[in-house]
């Protein structure tokens, strides 16, 4: 166990619908890191918090939000739901105070989305 | 564009066996190296981690070295288990600052089925 949690754990939604995701980093962890997973892709950085405040971007889609909360969860908000938006998302969380990412990020189980 | 290849693709062995994965990349400026293990639909969980000064690293059965002159690292795994069987990823991280912090680029990973 990671200490991370994420929930839920499964989603079925339909196109064009909106969901969240929910993070819980390890205590003690200022920053989140959002990943997506699809079935014929390696891990793809999305986006990054630290202590409330976006720090780093990767292939985010416009349709994708992300904010990281006073208590430190995050929540990954997705929209207009697309087929190829399915795919498993996972959250990690690291314990990095000056900005070096060399510590180590923690995944969650992921939740898995399925759009229909 | 900054990338991570991993060889081979997939890997079978037999209980007990030894062996290696291969992972190439060219982010640069260069960091550290990660090998994490992904157990089917769980999250990833860290292997190793190595700075450019470090050239190997062991963590129980898994061992991995890098190169950082030619960007090659690998993976060793000795006596094989049943539940080596995962997939492995090597993950390369860019010097912190900047807009390259927390962009983790991920290979694609070398599935490995351990048979008894």
């Known amino acids: 166990d990671s200490g991370v949690t994420q929930t839920p754990k499964h989603l079925i939604t339909a196109t064009g619908q909106r969901v969240t995701l929910r993070c819980s980093p390890r205590s003690g962890d200022l920053s989140v890191y959002w990943y997506q997973q699809s079935l014929d892709q390696g891990l793809q950085f999305l986006i990054q918090?630290?202590?409330?405040?976006?720090?780093a971007k990767g292939n985010i889609l416009e349709r994708f939000s992300a904010q990281q909360f006073p208590d430190l969860h995050s929540e990954l908000n997705l929209s207009s739901l697309e087929l190829g938006d399915s795919a498993l998302y996972f959250c990690a969380s690291s314990g990095s105070r000056t900005g070096q990412e060399y510590y180590e990020q923690y995944f969650g189980p992921g939740t898995r989305l399925t759009v229909t | 564009k900054n990338q991570v290849e991993q060889s081979p693709q997939s890997l079978i062995i037999l209980e007990g066996k030894n062996c290696t994965l291969q992972c190439n990349y060219t982010v640069s400026p260069f960091s550290n190296l990660r090998w994490y293990k992904q157990d089917t639909g769980r999250g990833p969980v860290s292997l190793t981690i190595?700075?450019?000064?470090?050239n190997t690293k062991s963590n129980g059965r898994y061992t991995a070295t890098l190169d950082a002159d030619t960007k090659q690292s690998s993976l060793h795994i000795t006596a094989s288990q049943l539940s080596d069987s995962a997939s492995y990823i090597c993950?390369?991280?860019?010097?912190?600052?900047?807009?390259?912090?927390?962009?983790?680029?991920f290979g694609q990973g070398t599935i490995l089925t351990v048979h008894p």
């Open positions: 190595m700075t450019f000064s470090e």
């Open positions: 993950v390369v991280s860019p010097r912190a600052g900047g807009t390259s912090y927390g962009k983790l680029t």
């Open positions: 918090y630290y202590n409330g405040e976006e720090r």
